[in-house]
């Protein structure tokens, strides 16, 4: 809804400034912006739309985390579990034997943040903010479900 309410913003600026005498150049660029708007938006709604309905499952076999990758990653692939706070938000870091991990079909933004020279990004974040679960719990179940199934989870 706020994406909506945004391009209307950008609607209502759009008309102020039409109403104005206003140079070709800024009304180039005022077009640039809605279009970007505009496009960001259908493209968000879209992959909202299209995204798989399950995000997590935890099973017996492994994880299965449709923003890290589409395959399993068995519980005895997985090292450690750990959960932190950065700014406003909770984030469970999942540690994965590198080796394993450099196999793994990546999710695209996955693939491009572990392009990036960043502190723990040998890890795998997991934000629970788009989830409806608690992100403590989460972590708690992550924990059980390693050590449970033969993970070596600290």
Known sequence: MGLFGGTFCWVAIAHYILSEQVALFDLLVLALLIAFFVVGTLVFV???????????????????????????????????????????????????????????????????????????????????????????YLHDQLIRYARANGGSVQ
């Open 46 to 136: 879209w992959r909202g739309m299209t995204s798989p309905e399950t995000v997590i499952v935890l099973s017996p076999k492994g994880l299965q985390h449709a923003w890290i990758s589409p395959e399993t990653i068995p519980w005895s692939k997985i090292t450690n579990v750990n959960l932190s706070e950065i700014g406003f938000s909770r984030l469970i870091w999942l540690h994965v034997e590198p080796e394993f991990a450099s196999k793994l079909q990546l999710h695209p933004v996955q693939r491009w943040m572990r392009c990036l020279p960043l502190p723990g990004n040998e890890a795998f974040t997991i934000g629970t903010h788009a989830l409806a679960i608690d992100t403590e």
